[in-house]
């Protein structure tokens, strides 16, 4: 059964009820109004009637009209007016005898009577109540037909407006049913912005990040294969070279430069592609200062200026390390050589992108690879790897941390990917200042509180 059908059975039976509803509420309305309206009337009157009694004018009463009844009883019940033995609107005895100086109703089947005591006698007015019935059963009669004549017109409504106002979402239904690998494009709507219109909003929103993520991976492997065919091509030339002439050393050693790089290239895929996958580290108690001296250690000639106070961080030391080699190798690699790079360790208030580096104090424009993220109120610990190289373009910049965009040193276009991943899968965030003759990459990690450390 479609939504269409089943909406339609649930308006149709919504709408059985409220008709039965208003049928039963309009009988039992007028019913019990013309009851209540009788037990009105006849206590007015038989209050009439008793002060009359009281007061001596009983010559007065009226003891039957067109409508009421009036009668006497005994203080025992026994009836004293009339005297009519064939008389069906009698009060019984047990009634009469419970009889009060206020009046009180009797209600049977075909009347209605109201009594009250008076001096030496019980008095009562009765009314027919058949016409009542009689009426009941007119208005029953014409709710019914009139039932029977707007059900169906009803069901026709309810039909013609559930197909009008499903027609958008049975068009959005067919559209999404259209979509697959194959097609991608995003659903037209022109309705407002309501149920339909956040749902098929955030379909398309589904629909687009997936578009994106299948061009980014068929960006990717268009760029790794192109990464890696240049490479394993120049490497096949130089081995048919050795082929040829064994003993050449230049041709030996640019054939290992190549290995060297395509090893590199492939294990900085691997590594982007496993932190995309695991979002999760190995966390241990890291001393920040060790950990940078050993990464500055590979490289001899870096220089290396470190704070008075401990810095300690909670995170994958072995990750760590190698967001650090990549800063480093990127900054020998730009600036030409070790001695015109220098790693500075402090403690920060909170990431920003003119951090307070106690070492230097420049005013550069600056970037930041999580410019979105909203940095909690800690302190963090921060390192920059600042270099005297030519610096980055201004156009490279915004593109600087995404895969295969190489700056000025070269390389394989993955380590500051790699970099960020690191840094954002620790909490941290990593920025980027540069201008003319230095080049500096700012590091932000939370340091360990002393409750992580207990």
């Known amino acids: ?102 009046p009180k109703p009797f209600y049977a089947n075909n009347f209605i009577a109201i009594y009250q005591r008076i001096p030496g006698a019980i008095i009562a007015v009765s009314q027919d109540t058949r016409y009542i019935e009689a009426i009941g059963s007119s208005v029953r009669n014409t709710l019914l037909v009139g039932m029977a004549f707007l059900l169906p017109i009803g069901g026709l409504f309810i039909v013609f407006a559930a197909r009008v106002a499903l027609v958008p979402l049975h068009r959005a239904a067919q559209e999404i049913d259209r979509r697959g690998p194959s097609n991608l494009s995003p659903i037209a709507y022109t309705g407002p912005r309501d149920d339909l219109g956040v749902m098929v909003e955030r379909v398309n929103e589904l629909l687009r990040e997936l578009q994106e993520a299948r061009d980014r991976e068929r960006a990717f492997l268009a760029e790794v294969s192109h990464e890696l065919r240049t490479p394993l091509t120049s490497l096949n030339g130089y081995l048919e070279r050795l082929s040829r002439n064994p003993s050449s050393a230049g041709d030996m050693d640019r054939a290992k430069r190549t290995a060297a790089h395509l090893t590199r290239l492939v294990g900085d895929l691997l590594a982007l592609a496993r932190g995309e996958a695991e979002r999760s580290v190995n966390a241990h108690i890291v001393n920040l200062s060790d950990l940078l001296r050993q990464a ?47 790693v500075r360790v402090w403690q920060e208030k909170e990431p920003t992108d003119h951090p307070s580096d106690p ?64 840094a954002e899968a620790h909490g941290g965030q990593i920025r980027v200042a540069s201008r003319p003759g230095e080049t500096r990459f700012t590091v932000f990690l939370p340091l360990l509180s002393e409750a992580e450390e207990e």
Not at 64 to 73: C, H, I, Q
Not at 399 to 417: D, N, Q, S, V, W
């Open 1 to 102: 059964m479609s939504f269409r059908t089943r909406l339609i059975v649930a308006y149709a039976v919504l709408w059985v009820l409220i008709l039965l509803l208003t049928l039963a509420v309009a009988f039992y309305s007028i019913s019990f109004g013309l009851y209540g309206q009788v037990e009105r009337s006849l206590t007015r009157y038989v209050s009439d009637l008793a002060q009359l009694y009281a007061s001596g004018k009983a010559g007065e009463v009226t003891t039957r009209t067109r409508l009421v009844n009036v009668t006497l009883y005994s203080q025992g019940g026994q009836l004293i007016y009339p005297t009519d033995p064939e008389f069906e609107e009698r009060v019984p005895r047990n009634y009469i005898r419970d009889a009060s100086d206020t």
């Open 359 to 422: 070492y230097a104090s420049q005013d550069e424009t600056r970037i930041t690879s999580t410019p979105e993220m909203p940095s909690p109120k800690q302190p963090w610990a921060a390192f920059a790897v600042v270099d005297s190289g030519p610096g980055i373009a201004p156009e490279v910049l915004p593109r600087l941390f995404t895969r295969f965009a190489r700056g000025p040193e070269g390389g394989t276009g993955l380590g500051l990917a790699i970099a960020k991943q690191i």
């Open 296 to 342: 500055v250690n590979e490289y001899p000639g870096v220089g290396l200026k470190l704070p008075g106070e401990l810095l300690e961080v909670l995170g994958d030391p072995d990750r760590l390390l190698q967001l650090a080699r990549n800063l480093v190798s990127n900054a020998v690699r730009a600036a030409g050589g070790p001695n015109q790079v220098q």
